[in-house]
C-alpha cells in the first residue's frame, strides 16, 4: 500500500515538473508577443517583469523595443536610459539610444549620446563625425574639449590636429596652438596649406625665426605654388627677416622658373624689389640656353623689378660666350623696348653684326638712332617686309624714306611688288607714291592686282 502512494506522488512531480518545462517562460512570451505586434501586452508583462525584478535589462531592453515601436519615444529612451544604468558600455544600445533622441528632437542628449559613443569605441573618423556635429550645433567649448581629449591620447589626424590649433591660437593659446600645429604639419598631405600659414604666423610671433625660415623653405618645394612663394617671401620680408626672404626667393626661382616673372613683378609691386631683384638675378644665372620668350619675360621682369643692369649683364655674358646670335638679338632688341635705345649703350661694343642681323629693322632703328644712316640702309635691304607686321611694315617703310629718296623708295617696292615680297597693306601707299614720281603705268598695275587678286597679293 505504501509502495503505491509513493508511486502515485511521483508521477504527480513529473507531471507538475513536465507542465512547468512545456510551458513557455515570460521572457519568451514577451518576445512571441512582440513578434506578433502586440506590443501593449509585451509591455504591461514586461513592466510586471521589471517591477518583480528591477535593473532586469533584457526586460529594459525589450521595453524599450516595444515602446519604439509604437512610436512612444520618450518611453522607449525612459527604458533604454534604464538599461544602459546596467550596462553602460552596450554600443548596440547606445546607437539605438542616438537615433530614438535623434528622431524625438533631443539634440543636447542625442550628441551627449554621440560623444558616449565616440568614448566607447574611439577613432579618427568617429572622433570627426562628432567634433564635426558640436561645431554645426555651436557648442564650440565642447568641441574644443573632445578635440583635446583625443589629440592627447593620439587619435587625431592631420586636419583634426591642424583645427584644434586653429581654434586653440584664436583662442589667444598660442604656445598650445602652436604645438598641435606642428604635430599637423608633420602629418598633414604635401599639398595642405592652410594650417601651415597658420603656423608660421605663431612661429613668427615667438620669434622662432630660424624654425620659421626653415619650414617655409620645406613648404614651398612640397607646394610648388608662385602665389603661395610670393605670398610667403612677403611675409617673411614684411617681419624683418629679409635674409631668410631673400633665400626663399632664389628657392622659387630654382623651383618655378617658368612662374619666376610673374612673382619678381608681384614683389616689385608690393614695394620689395631689393628682394624681386634678388630673384630676378638667380633666374637669369640659371638660363644658359634661354629662348627669345625667356628673354622677353627677363627683360620685362627687370623693368618691374627696375633692374637694368641685370639684361645687361646677360647680353654680355649671351655675347662673349658664343651664344646663339638670335638670342642676342632677341635680348637686345628688348632692352631697348623696355628701357631706351640708350641703355643698350654700355654693351654696345658686344652686338656683333651677326647678333643684329637677326633682327635688321631694330638694327636699322639703333643705326638710325646712332646716327649712321648708311649702316641702317644697309640693314633696311635686308628686312623681308613680307614678314612683318602691318604695324612694323609701316615703320620700315618710314626709315626707308629717311635714307633713301622718294624715287629710289618706289623703285625699292617696285622690285620688291614684283617679287611678291611686298605686304598688302602696303600696296595703296606704293600706288600713290609712284603715281607722284610719275610711273602711271606702275600705278595702274597696282590697282588692277588689288582689284583682281582676292588676297591683294600682286602676282608674281
Known amino acids: 500500500m505504501k509502495s503505491s502512494r509513493q508511486f502515485i506522488l511521483m508521477v504527480i512531480v513529473a507531471l507538475i ?115 564635426a556635429l558640436l561645431r554645426l550645433d555651436g557648442r564650440y567649448a565642447d568641441e574644443l574639449s573632445t578635440l583635446q581629449t583625443y589629440a592627447r591620447k593620439g587619435m587625431l589626424e592631420g586636419s583634426q590636429l591642424e583645427r584644434l590649433g586653429t581654434i586653440l591660437a584664436e583662442g589667444g593659446n598660442w604656445r598650445e596652438g602652436r604645438e598641435w600645429l606642428e604635430l599637423a604639419d608633420q602629418r598633414a598631405p604635401a599639398e595642405a596649406s592652410a594650417g601651415r600659414l597658420l603656423l608660421l604666423e605663431l612661429l613668427i610671433e615667438a620669434k622662432e625665426n630660424a624654425r620659421a625660415i626653415e619650414r617655409v623653405r620645406a613648404w614651398t ?18 617681419s624683418g627677416l629679409t635674409a631668410g626672404a631673400s633665400d626663399l626667393a632664389s628657392d622659387c626661382a630654382e623651383l618655378m622658373p617658368d612662374d619666376t616673372p610673374g612673382m619678381i613683378s608681384y614683389l616689385a609691386s608690393k614695394g620689395r624689389k631689393d628682394i624681386a631683384q634678388r630673384m630676378l638675378l638667380r633666374w637669369g644665372d640659371r638660363m644658359s640656353k634661354p629662348s627669345g620668350q625667356q628673354l622677353r619675360s627677363f627683360v620685362q621682369a627687370s623693368a618691374a623689378a627696375g633692374n637694368v643692369g641685370a639684361p645687361l649683364t646677360k647680353l654680355a655674358q649671351l655675347a662673349r660666350g658664343g651664344t646663339d646670335p638670335v638670342a642676342q638679338g632677341v635680348l637686345a632688341e628688348e632692352v631697348a623696348n ?34 649712321n644712316s648708311e649702316l641702317a640702309r644697309w640693314f633696311l635691304t635686308r628686312v623681308d617686309p613680307a614678314q612683318l607686321s602691318a604695324e612694323r611694315a609701316a615703320d620700315w617703310l618710314a626709315m626707308l624714306h629717311r635714307v633713301e629718296t622718294d624715287a629710289e623708295v618706289v623703285t625699292h617696292l617696285t622690285t620688291l611688288w614684283s617679287e611678291g615680297r611686298l605686304p598688302p597693306e602696303l600696296l595703296p601707299q606704293f600706288a600713290d607714291e609712284a603715281v607722284k614720281q610719275g610711273r602711271v603705268r606702275v600705278h595702274e598695275r597696282i590697282w588692277n592686282s588689288i582689284r583682281y587678286q582676292p588676297d591683294g597679293r600682286s602676282p608674281r
Open 221 to 238: 618645394k612640397a607646394w610648388r605654388s608662385p602665389f603661395l612663394c610670393g605670398k610667403l617671401i612677403l611675409r617673411l620680408a614684411r
Open 338 to 371: 623696355s628701357f631706351g635705345k640708350p641703355a643698350l649703350a654700355p654693351i654696345r661694343p658686344f652686338l656683333s653684326t651677326e647678333a643684329l642681323l637677326t633682327r635688321p629693322l631694330f638694327a636699322a632703328e639703333l643705326s638710325l638712332f646712332e646716327g
Open 17 to 131: 515538473a513536465a507542465a512547468v518545462v512545456l510551458s513557455p517562460r515570460r521572457e519568451e512570451h514577451t518576445a512571441v508577443l512582440a513578434s506578433e505586434g502586440r506590443h501593449e501586452e509585451a509591455i504591461a508583462l514586461l513592466e510586471r517583469q521589471s517591477a518583480d525584478a528591477p535593473g532586469d535589462s533584457d526586460a529594459l531592453a525589450a521595453l524599450g523595443r516595444s515602446h519604439a515601436a509604437l512610436g512612444d519615444l520618450p518611453r522607449a529612451v525612459e527604458a533604454l536610459d534604464a538599461y544602459l544604468a546596467v550596462r553602460p558600455n552596450d554600443v548596440a544600445a547606445l546607437r539605438s539610444e542616438a537615433q530614438l533622441l535623434l528622431l524625438s528632437g533631443s539634440r543636447d542628449r542625442y550628441l551627449d549620446v554621440q560623444a558616449r559613443l565616440v568614448a566607447a569605441q574611439p577613432s579618427p573618423a568617429s572622433v570627426d563625425r562628432l567634433t
